[in-house]
């Protein structure tokens, strides 16, 4: 599938992309800030579905639940597009789920954050590259389903999960040096807080 984005023109990394690595604390320090601007947002205008990119009917949802299973995974028809059971288990709550309607895809940083913390400004290309992500496995997860309700569109200044802080931190971070995206000034006092409590994680990131 990153193939698959590649080919079809959509953002990936490249030359022109540098490599980011830092401290946790370092990196949490480093995110610009600006005031979130949330006006005129529309999901579906502004960033589209899943895609298939490389054809083989197996969409984003279907290719995360592919790379996140821990066991074979079976499909509701021979066609193999859509998966019926595996086994998940959800990083945020660690909760193992058995079948695929059980879990969501969420966005490590919701869409609707996304757009007010930058992606406004984008090409539409690039907005639904960013809603397709499967180059880097922090971008998209496989949760279940209510604590994705649970979360809907907010950072970590609101919610946190019940599991992995540290993980949760250092993934949200990585995602916005990823695409540029800015902070506001509560939320980047927030992930400073958080990111002071895990002083042995560093960010590893590609640009795009």
């Given at each position: 599938m990153a193939a698959g984005l590649l080919l079809a023109g959509l953002a990936v990394p490249s030359e022109a992309a540098p490599y980011y690595s830092a401290p946790l604390r370092t990196a949490a320090r480093s995110l610009p800030v600006a005031a979130e601007n949330n006006a005129g947002?529309?999901?579906?205008?502004?960033?589209?579905?899943?895609?298939?990119?490389?054809?083989?009917c197996q969409n984003t949802r279907a290719e995360v639940l592919l790379q996140e299973t821990k066991a074979p995974v079976t499909f509701t028809t021979a066609r193999k597009c859509t998966l019926r059971t595996g086994r998940w288990v959800s990083v945020w709550d660690n909760r193992t789920h058995y079948s695929a309607s059980a879990v969501e895809i969420d966005h490590t940083v919701p869409v609707h954050e996304a757009w007010g913390s930058g992606a406004r400004y984008w090409s539409q290309a690039r907005r639904v590259a960013f809603y397709n992500d499967l180059s880097d496995s922090r971008s998209l997860n496989a949760l279940t389903a209510a604590l994705n309700s649970a979360k809907q569109a907010r950072g970590p200044e609101s919610w946190m999960p019940p599991a992995n802080s540290c993980a949760y931190i250092g993934q949200w971070i990585a995602v916005k040096i990823r695409w540029g995206l800015r902070v506001d000034s509560v939320e980047k006092a927030a992930l400073i807080r958080y990111a002071d409590r895990c002083p042995n994680v560093t960010v590893g990131v590609t640009r795009v």
């Open positions: 947002y529309d999901r579906t205008r502004y960033f589209g579905s899943w895609l298939d990119t490389n054809r083989d």
